[in-house]
């Protein structure tokens, strides 16, 4: 960003300055009320999601394995090994 001025370029720096701290008394008011703004999702829902995926990985791994120690035509197995290295 170009600021011919260095006025202009403190006068934003302070502006930034003052931005940041309206929004942390903003922040430390909602906490000491209890209405903080948190993520949407909880810390046990976010740990029962990794879990799941979690879960889904090794599932969809097993799937793999399976798939491929499946009967297959020669050129079909040939080709998923080709496509899925071990």
Do not use: K, T
Request: proline share 6%; net charge positive.
């Amino acid at each position: 960003m170009f600021l011919p001025d260095h006025r202009v370029a403190m006068r934003l720096a302070e502006e930034q300055r003052r931005h940041r701290l309206q929004e942390a008394e903003r922040h430390r008011l909602l906490c000491r009320a209890g209405i903080a703004r948190r993520g949407w999702l909880s810390g046990p829902l976010c740990r029962a999601l990794a879990r799941v995926g979690r879960l889904l990985v090794i599932l969809g791994r097993r799937l793999e394995r399976y798939e491929a120690s499946s009967e297959r035509p020669p050129a079909a197995r040939r080709w998923a090994e080709h496509r899925m290295p071990s």
